[in-house]
C-alpha cells in the first residue's frame, strides 16, 4: 500500500493534514508493508493551485499511491481518484495519527465536496 498525504508544510509524519487537497504545498508519501511504515518522503505539490486540485491529481498520482488522505477536496478531483482506482479519506490532525487510523481500519473512506468551490475544480 502506498499512501498520498496532502501537507501544508514540509514536515512530514509531524505535519496536519492540510484541509483542502489542491491548496496543500507538499505531499507525504507513506510507503506500509504489512501494518507498518516502511519508507515515508515529502515532494512539494508543483502543481498547487496552478489549476486547482485536478491538476494536483496528476502530481499526486506520479508516486504510485493507492490511498490518499486529504481534508477536504473538490468533486472533480474526487472523480479522478475514482477513475484510477485510488481510494480517498478524509481526515484532520497529524499525518501520523491519519495514517495509524488508515491502518488500523478505523478511517472512513469518502470526502465531502469542498462548498468552496460548489465541487468543481479550478480552472
Known amino acids: 500500500m502506498k ?3 496532502v501537507l501544508g508544510d514540509s514536515g512530514g509524519l509531524d505535519s496536519d493534514v492540510c484541509s483542502h487537497f489542491g491548496q496543500c504545498s507538499h505531499f507525504l508519501i507513506v510507503e506500509v508493508e504489512g501494518k507498518r511504515i516502511s519508507k515515508s518522503k515529502v515532494v512539494p505539490n508543483d502543481a498547487q493551485h496552478g489549476g ?3 491538476q494536483a491529481v496528476g502530481e499526486i ?3 504510485g499511491v493507492t490511498h490518499v488522505i ?3 477536496m473538490g468533486m472533480g478531483a474526487q472523480q479522478k481518484f475514482a477513475a484510477a482506482g485510488v481510494k480517498i479519506f478524509a481526515f484532520s490532525g497529524k499525518a501520523k495519527d491519519g495514517v495509524a487510523k488508515l491502518l488500523g481500519a478505523s478511517l472512513q473512506g469518502g470526502i465531502e465536496p469542498c ?3 460548489g465541487g ?3 480552472h
Open 52 to 54: 486547482g486540485g485536478c
Open 70 to 72: 486529504a481534508g477536504g
Open 3 to 5: 499512501i498520498g498525504i
Open 120 to 122: 468543481e475544480c479550478h
Open 115 to 117: 462548498k468552496d468551490h
Open 61 to 63: 498520482l506520479k508516486h
